[in-house]
């Protein structure tokens, strides 16, 4: 049975030498189309490999140069799937906020999805992808991409048809969030942290970052990308922190509203007097965290050796938002508050950390063991971490040497 396509990809061209040694073209990157090559003109020294923005970029622009879909509606065994992925890379994802990820998911439909027709996308060929693919929620991601190109492909009058997309069980939601004792313990092992050179440690902390980053992270419940890209004033594609009024702007100037929403807060008085001072120190200057004095495009990997140090496992970057909305229904915070302040719908807040409140299914117990005629029953709820450890307002409240600090 012959190998399916690969489809277009990135593919590094390596050095070509004349017989004395010299370089004759360095190497570069080029895009594979079958036994065609596109050079990028990106030489290797400005892309470490294909997942670089640049080379995506490149790889996206070809794709949508290609494939030109006609006008008029057709029959959904006219329509080569390239055809339609490549609209919806032309025409919708330059316009979204996480560009590079969608580009990625793209490039992985196209390679499998790219020379087979709109008819072949069924419940059997849909299984087979995800089954390839290896992790059920990656596939699903993707598929989710290609529904969306497909709707948009019939919606421009390119299809007769409607194709529907069979997608892998979703998930369950994940349940993992912070102790206090584990938000402390990353925050000083972030903190702490000394940079080894030739065997001896140096007086550079280059990871008090992260500890800042952490410290934004539990007192506001934001996305990571929110957080890393926060200006400390009004820019172009940012939010930013207004001081003064105390209130963060989360989602970037310009930028379209999306699903995952990111109104204005009030930032909390203790982060806020925390906040002021990395300014006062010159610590935030263009941003509230910085990096070698810019904005951090990423926290995974930083985040990742600080997770290793702590001795604290299950940790990503979107654990501190669960663990945000966990401690404030803990602490039995109003729910319509706590769900605007974390950008979310009330009823995924119910539904997700509903159980965390002190109130949840409260009458149901109290009736339940009430004698019939008697009056209601009132007990005070124990507000705990899951280990028996009574909940403070203040994440750092259980550890005073982290508190220190910051001050």
């Known amino acids: 049975m012959p190998r399916p396509a690969k489809g277009p990809r990135a593919y590094l061209q390596p050095p070509r030498y004349a017989p004395d040694g010299s370089v004759l073209q360095a190497a ?52 080569p799937i390239a055809d339609v992925l490549n609209l919806y890379l032309r025409d919708i994802v330059p316009g979204l906020t996480n560009v590079p990820d969608v580009t990625r998911r793209i490039a992985a439909l196209d390679a499998w999805w790219g020379e087979r027709k709109l008819s072949e996308v069924m419940g059997a060929s849909c299984r087979q992808y995800a089954a390839e693919r290896g992790k059920p929620q990656m596939a ?38 912070l102790t206090r004792d584990e938000a402390a313990r990353l925050i000083w092992a972030a903190w702490r942290f000394r940079e080894v050179q030739k065997g001896e440690p140096t007086k550079r902390r280059p990871r008090q970052h992260i500890a800042r980053f952490i410290l934004v992270a539990l007192y506001t419940g934001s996305r990571a990308g929110v957080i890393c890209g926060a200006a ?48 006062d120190k010159r ?25 290793k140090d702590a001795g604290v496992e299950g940790v990503s970057a979107h654990t501190f938002r669960h663990t945000a909305a966990t401690w404030g229904m803990q602490n039995g915070a109003d729910p319509h508050q706590l769900a605007g302040l974390l950008g979310m719908t009330r009823e995924m807040l119910d539904r997700t950390y509903g159980h965390h409140h002190p109130d949840h299914q409260r009458q149901a117990a109290d009736a339940i063991t009430r004698r019939p005629g008697a009056g209601r029953i009132t007990t005070d709820t124990d507000r705990n971490d899951g280990n028996g450890q009574e909940i403070e307002p203040n994440p750092l409240n259980q550890s005073p040497r982290v508190s220190s600090l910051f001050k």
């Open 28 to 79: 570069v990157w080029t895009i594979r189309d079958g036994t065609h090559k596109h050079s990028t003109r990106i030489p290797a020294s400005d892309a470490r490999d294909a997942s670089d923005p640049k080379v995506k970029a490149a790889l996206a622009a070809y794709l949508a140069e290609q494939h030109r879909p006609p006008r008029g509606e057709r029959h959904p065994s006219q329509v």
């Open 140 to 177: 699903r991601r993707e598929l989710e991409d290609l529904r969306a190109a497909i709707n948009h492909h019939r919606r421009e009058g390119y299809c007769s048809e409607i194709v529907s997309v069979v997608l892998p069980a979703k998930a369950q939601p994940r349940q993992r969030w």
């Open 232 to 279: 400390t004033a009004p820019t172009d594609g940012h939010g930013f922190v207004d001081y003064d009024r105390g209130v963060f702007y989360r989602k970037p100037n310009g930028s379209a509203e999306t699903k995952k929403r990111a109104p204005p807060i009030r930032i909390p008085a203790r982060l806020l007097a925390h906040m002021r001072r990395w300014q």
């Open 283 to 307: 610590i935030s200057n263009d941003f509230v965290i910085e990096w070698n004095g810019a904005a951090l495009l990423t926290i995974k990997r930083a985040l990742a050796r600080v997770v």
